[in-house]
Nanobody, 124 residues
Framework: QLQLVESGGGLVQPGGSLTLSCAAS????????IGWFRQAPGKEREGVSC????????NSADSVKGRFTISRDNAKNTVYLQMINLKPEDTAVYYC?????????????????WGQGTQVTVSS
């Protein structure tokens, strides 16, 4: 399966910002929708944001709408998740996935396997 590598996580105070990156290795992201997911301790993995293959359509979960922005740079074969005004409840391991299309803010029919993710911790 195709592999994606997440990076950019870290420890940030409430109200802070981070930008996560999702890079592809060995394949071209242009053909796929890309979704960001997160999994908090003791909770199931949930969709956060999704961007179409062209980048012309994006959607985010209500819990992050207005704070998280998903974007892609196909020339760099990378997708980003810009996060502002972070809250403690955003603490989670963040993952990205390549898939066939976005169903709302959830990327569907994944063609990539889950990577190790990147930890985001929001705490004072």
């Amino acid at each position: 399966q195709l592999q994606l590598v997440e990076s950019g996580g870290g420890l940030v105070q409430p109200g802070g910002s981070l930008t996560l990156s999702c890079a592809a290795s060995g394949f071209i992201l242009d053909y796929y929708a890309i979704g960001w997911f997160r999994q908090a301790p003791g909770k199931e993995r949930e969709g956060v944001s999704c961007i179409s293959s062209s980048g012309g359509s994006t959607n985010s979960a209500d819990s992050v709408k207005g704070r998280f922005t998903i974007s892609r740079d196909n020339a760099k074969n990378t997708v980003y998740l810009q996060m502002i005004n972070l809250k403690p409840e955003d603490t989670a391991v963040y993952y990205c996935a390549a898939g066939a299309y976005c169903s709302g803010y959830v990327c569907q029919y994944h063609v990539s396997s889950w990577g190790q993710g990147t930890q985001v911790t929001v705490s004072s």
